[in-house]
Every structure is written in structure tokens, then in C-alpha cells.
């Protein structure tokens, strides 16, 4: 705004000057040939001052394209902000963040971890919140903010400096600045504190080591798709590569075998869920990417394990005449096998998507994690998980002759592939079994697992067992037995006491047994790696739930990735906007199972839309806004998470908002007030 404002007054002292100017032009000559000064000496004296004035308000071409700054230059300029920071040099709190986190990443003893930048925290927030022009506050003996982080200075245990660190966040929240310096502890405020503190000594994020992470290496592996959502960069096939991830039973059961109701009707006619002939849009074929010359060795492995078979030119389908091909790329898996990076096959099907018409399936039964957050432990009881895994779920399932003209692949077959006598003619590969890269995929495979599922669970029945489902659509159930499917996973949830929990560890439940008999039937590959039987701790859809504590939260090792990335943009002072993305999505990731920390992510959001206008690789300097919520975020990340012991409230709200309005609903016992903005 500041900014703005010298502008203008630069302007408007342009236009006031400009008619005395005109007037005096005459007399203004005559002055200038006595004093011998040149029109050309002017006119460099002119360009001069606009260099001056340009630099002074940070619009200088150079400064602007730089990709770096160096301290004289932070120094060199002027504040530009409101008139309570105008007397701190432009920039400068870059340079003190980019000292804080340098400091801190050198006294890391051995391995930095989580746990390790509290300190940088309290003192980044203090440093960027002042001087705050937010009125300050005395905690009275009923008030709860500010926290007093003060009075928690002398504690030394491994956990203080990171509790701190969240008191110090939580009054940044508040809207308290840098407050919170007082040492006076009001009564309502030792309880929260007691209860923060015993949430921070048993956080595990804390204990998480930072990776040896930068940006430059994560967009080695990975990007960011139209919608900013994280994605796994497509990589050339190489079949040394993917040979481990394909099985030989690919291809050998047939998907009409395991469908039923609307499913299998859409996989018997085909043809049906094609738009008609005026809606069809044909795409240019995606690129098959293979690595060097290896295209004939991966056609011919793809040939052998069942994935692919030979089809002519003439029986592909055609939209306006010409072909509708496909693309093929392979991802990393993140495993490695005899020092041999391995892949993942994907088959880029966007042409076929694109006149197909889509499939709910059993879409709708896909489990959310945060679901879980309805589930309620007493004090007695504790969560036990067991799970199950498919492996090569999508590629073991061979669909019928009818499919394969939608699903070539834009590489003609190498020659030794072509049957003799029929090189005049055009062959390529195409996809026999159920393709992950299809529009309706999902439901599919969806449908296939809970169909084999409930076939088990109805045996159960006959046993006198009871399970009940969790799924998106449906309310969450209070039954102590729950079982999810989530594609190719399946999770069993059980509400036990821990005398029990500790009997039963490590051993497979009768549910699981009956589901692998099941598995071993119908002949789904089970992975033995990712089983777990019985555990108090178990990762869940991406989630880590802890049964003995009663909780789930973020991955620990996502937590402490998404926190390296925002600690490199920290000490950089400048980020692009897919790297705001990344780390704002990341930490919207964590905010999931603790919503009300979504509030403390807004400027991000600022900054990545006014980043629009600039190509999504350039970099800009960071407002001190934006500094503050990714400073305050790392300092919050103990909060988040899910507790299945939390007590009732007898109030019950409800809310809404849109960009015109907003309002909530409160309800105690029979009175109900609705409040609106």
C-alpha cells in the first residue's frame, strides 16, 4: 500500500511540475547555454536520477531479475510496508531468517530432527512480529491468551524448547505478535499448558529426522499437476526396470469372473460407453517412452507376461478416420532390487478417456481417512490394526476382446513381432488386462476387491462373527469390529482392551484368515511384506494410527520432508510458485487431521494466486506474512492429529461460509442460536 502510494505522489509531482515547466521553457534555455551545460549532460543527469529512484523503490529491472540478493543490496534499499516497520531497512528480516535457520542447521548436533527447531521457531516469530502494530495483552486471571512462553524459559527438558515453540505459534495465531513474554501464569492457562505440553512430549513428529531433501532433487522425481496436487514424473520404460513388479500370473484371471450388477454390464458392452460419433474428440497420441534402443526388448516382455498382444491397424478404433492410440511411461517405485531402481507400468489412456463416458462403479465406497475421526476409544479400550495388501491388483485381470481396439499404444511393434507376410500393414500393442491408467479403473477395481471381500465376511456371518464396513458414503459405525477396502487394501479395525490387544499381537485375525482363504481362491497375490497382524501401530491409507495412544496423524517422514522444504525456502527468502505449492499443499496434508489449523494457512494462498502472472518457475521475493505462517506451521505440526479419546462437549455447532457470507449454528441442550455474517 506504501508502495502504492509513493507512486502516485511520484506521479502527481511529475504533473504539478510539468506546467511551471512548460511556462519557463524559454527562459529555462537561456539559463542552460550561459551555464554551458549540454542538452546531452541533462539527459544523463535525468537517466541518473531515474536509476536512483527506481532502485530506491525496489523497481529496478536488475533487482527484479536477479535470482539472488546479496546483503549490501538488502541494505541498499528501502522498507517497503506500512509506516510501523518504515524504519527497518527493506528486506532485512530475509537476511536475520536466513541467519536463524543457518544457525540452527549448524549447531544440529549429529541428525537434525523435528524436534531440533524449536528454538528457531520462537525466535523467527519474534523476530517477523516485530514490531507488531496488533495492540498487545496482559493475561488476566480468566484469559488465556497470550500464552506465556516466558514462563517456560528455565525448563531444560529434550521436549521445552519445541513446547515453546507452539505456545509462541498459538499466540501468533491469536493475533498476539510477539507477546507472551510475561512470566505470569493465569489459571486458565496452566491447564492448557499442562495439556500442550503432554501433547509435544509424546508427539512423534518430533523424533522424525529432517531428510537430505531440496527442491532440486524432489522435482527429480516429481511434479505438480494442473490442479497443483503432487504427481511422480513419468519416466522411460526400461524393462530391467519393471520386469520385478510384473508377476507372472498377469493377465490370467478374467475380470468377468469377479463383476456383477451395473459393473459387469459396462465390461460386456464396451461399446456402449462410447460418446456418440459428434462428441468424439480425437487426442494426439501420447508418447510411448522408452529408454535408448530398448523398445524391442520391452515389447516383447510385455508380449510374454501377458500384458500386451499384437493387434493389426485395420481393427483399432477410429475416430474421423485415423487411429486412437495410447502412451506408455513408467514411474519410480521408490525400491530398489540388486542396485536396479524399480518401476511402476503406466498406460496413459487420455485419448480413450476422452470418448468414454465415465463408470461410478463402487466409487463412492472409497474410505477417507478422516473418517476415522468419528471413531471413539474409552479410556480402557485400545485400537488394533490388521491389513492386507494386493499386489499387482490392476494388471492380474484380462478384459474381454472387445476392449483391446481402444487400447494401442502409439509405437508401431518391432518387426520381429509382425506375423510373416504382413509387413505391409501397421501392428502395435495393445492393453489385455485392466489398464491404471483408464477413466473408469477405479470403480472397476474398486467394485472387484469388495466384491471378494464380502464373499469372505458372508462366510463370517455363518460363524457368528459380525464386521461392519466403513465407507464414504455412509455414516460412520459405532460397531467395536470395522473393516475398510481402499482398492487394493484392506484394513481391519478392532476396539479391544489391552489385556487382549497383548494376547492376540502379531497373530492373524479369523477375519484375516478367511479373507486370505478367500484371496488364495479366487488367485489374488498377496504381499507378505505390507501385511500387518494385529498391531497397535500400523500406517493407514498414508496415515499413521496409533492404537495405544488413541490417535492418528500425518506420516512422521512426510511431516519432516514438507518441513526441510520449508525450511530451504525460509533461509532463501524467495520461492516459484510450484514451490509454494508443494509446500502449501504438504502442510494442508498435515492441517487434514486437525482442521481448525487449516486457519493459519492463508497469505500462502495469497502468494501462489498473485504468482499466477509469473511462469510457475520463477521466484519472488517472500512477504513477511508468508514467513510468518510457514515459520508458525512447523511450530504447530504437534497439534495435528486425530484423538480417538477426546472428551464430549454437550455444545454442538455447525458452520458455513461463502465469499458473500457466513454463519454458524449452536446448539446446548434444547435452545439452538443461529448466527450470521
Known amino acids: 500500500m506504501a508502495k502504492e502510494v509513493r507512486m502516485k505522489r511520484g506521479v502527481a509531482s511529475e504533473d504539478e511540475s510539468s506546467e511551471p515547466i512548460g511556462q519557463a521553457e524559454v527562459g529555462a534555455e537561456e539559463a542552460i547555454a550561459e551555464s554551458g551545460i549540454t542538452a546531452e549532460d541533462i539527459e544523463t543527469l535525468i537517466d541518473e536520477a531515474r536509476e536512483r529512484a527506481l532502485a530506491e523503490d525496489g523497481r529496478h529491472p536488475v533487482w527484479r531479475q536477479g535470482l539472488s540478493q546479496t546483503e549490501g543490496e538488502f541494505k541498499d534499499r528501502c522498507m517497503e510496508g506500512s509506516g510501523q516497520t518504515a524504519q527497518v531497512h527493506s528486506q532485512e528480516f530475509h537476511i536475520k531468517m536466513r541467519g536463524l535457520v543457518e544457525a540452527c542447521l549448524e549447531a544440529a548436533a549429529g541428525v537434525l530432527k523435528v524436534g531440533s527447531l524449536g528454538s528457531l521457531v520462537v525466535d523467527a516469530l519474534m523476530m517477523l512480529e516485530k514490531p507488531c502494530c496488533r495492540s498487545g495483552s496482559n493475561a488476566g486471571k480468566g484469559n488465556l491468551f497470550p500464552l506465556p512462553v516466558a514462563h ?38 496452566r491447564l492448557v499448558c499442562k495439556r500442550l505440553e503432554r501433547v509435544v512430549k509424546g508427539s512423534a513428529i518430533l523424533e522424525e529426522p529432517l531428510p537430505d531433501i531440496n527442491f532440486q532433487s524432489f522435482f527429480s522425481l516429481k511434479g505438480l499437476d494442473y490442479s497443483g496436487e503432487e504427481v511422480r514424473l513419468a519416466m ?8 520385478p513388479s510384473l508377476p507372472p500370473e498377469v493377465g490370467c484371471l478374467d475380470i468377468r469372473d469377479f ?8 465390461i460386456n458392452h464396451i461399446d456402449e460407453t462410447i460418446l456418440p460419433v459428434e462428441d468424439q474428440v480425437r487426442l494426439e497420441p501420447p508418447s510411448v517412452m522408452i529408454q535408448g534402443n530398448g523398445w524391442e526388448e520391452v515389447a516383447h516382455g510385455l508380449i510374454h507376461r501377458g500384458l500386451c498382444e499384437l493387434v493389426c491397424e485395420d481393427s483399432l478404433f477410429k475416430i474421423n478416420g485415423e487411429v486412437l492410440l495410447n502412451g506408455l511411461f513408467s514411474v519410480s517405485k521408490d525400491e530398489y532390487k540388486d542396485d536396479i531402481l524399480l518401476s511402476r507400468l503406466i498406460m496413459n489412456l487420455k485419448p480413450w478417456n476422452r470418448v468414454s463416458r465415465s463408470l461410478d462403479g463402487d466409487v463412492c465406497t472409497l474410505p477417507a481417512v478422516t473418517q476415522l475421526a468419528s471413531l471413539y476409544l474409552h479410556d480402557e479400550d485400545v485400537l488394533v490394526t490388521s491389513s492386507e495388501d494386493l499386489r499387482c491388483f490392476f494388471y492380474l485381470f484380462r478384459v474381454p476382446p472387445s476392449w483391446t481396439k481402444f487400447m494401442a499404444f502409439g509405437k508401431e511393434a518391432p518387426r520381429s513381432l509382425v506375423p510373416d507376410g504382413k509387413e505391409h500393414k501397421k501392428w502395435y500393442l495393445a492393453s489385455r488386462v485392466l489398464p491404471m491408467g483408464y477413466l473408469n479403473s477405479v470403480g472397476i477395481a474398486q467394485h472387484i476387491h469388495r466384491a471378494v471381500v464380502l464373499k469372505a465376511m458372508g462366510s463370517l456371518k455363518g460363524l457368528g462373527l459380525t464386521i461392519q464396513e466403513l465407507r464414504r458414503d455412509r455414516c460412520f459405525s459405532a460397531f467395536p469390529n470395522l473393516f475398510r477396502v481402499y482398492l487394493d487394501n484392506f484394513d481391519q479395525l478392532q476396539k479391544l482392551d489391552r489385556k487382549t490387544a497383548l494376547l492376540i499381537a502379531e497373530s492373524p485375525s479369523e477375519v484375516v484368515e478367511q479373507l486370505r482363504e478367500c484371496y488364495a481362491h479366487s488367485g489374488l497375490l498377496r504381499h507378505p511384506k505390507k501385511t500387518v497382524q494385529q498391531k497397535l501401530g500400523a500406517e493407514v491409507q498414508g496415515a499413521w494410527l496409533d492404537g495405544e495412544q488413541g490417535k492418528l496423524f500425518a506420516k512422521p517422514v512426510k511431516v519432516a520432508k514438507y518441513v526441510r522444504l520449508a525450511l530451504e525456502l525460509l533461509a532463501r527468502g524467495k520461492a516459484s510458485q510450484r514451490e509454494l505449492q508443494v509446500v502449501g499443499g504438504g502442510f494442508v496434508y498435515v492441517a487434514m487431521f486437525n482442521r481448525p489449523l487449516l486457519s493459519s494457512l492463508n497469505q500462502i494462498w495469497r502468494a501462489i494466486v498473485e504468482a499466477e502472472v509469473h511462469p510457475p518457475t520463477m521466484r519472488f521475493w517472500l512477504k513477511r506474512e508468508v514467513m510468518v505462517e510457514l515459520v508458525r506451521f512447523i511450530g504447530l505440526c504437534p497439534l495435528s492429529f486425530m484423538d480417538f479419546r ?10 458455513d461460509a461463502s465469499t458473500t457470507g457466513g454463519g454458524h449454528l449452536q446448539k446446548h441442550g434444547s435452545y439452538a442460536i443461529w448466527l450470521c455474517g
Not at 236 to 243: A, D, H, K, R, Y
Not at 259 to 266: D, E, I, K, R
Open 259 to 266: 463383476c456383477c450388477g451395473g459393473v459387469a454390464h459396462f
Open 646 to 655: 477426546g472428551k464430549f462437549d454437550a455444545m454442538v455447532t455447525a458452520s
Open 152 to 189: 517456560f524459559n528455565h525448563h531444560k527438558e529434550p521436549h521445552s524448547a519445541f513446547f515453546r515453540a507452539v505456545l509462541s505459534g498459538l499466540n501468533s495465531l491469536h493475533s498476539f505478535g510477539d507477546s507472551g513474554q510475561d512470566e505470569r501464569l493465569s489459571p486458565v492457562a
Open 236 to 243: 522411460p520404460i526400461n524393462w530391467t526396470s519393471i520386469e
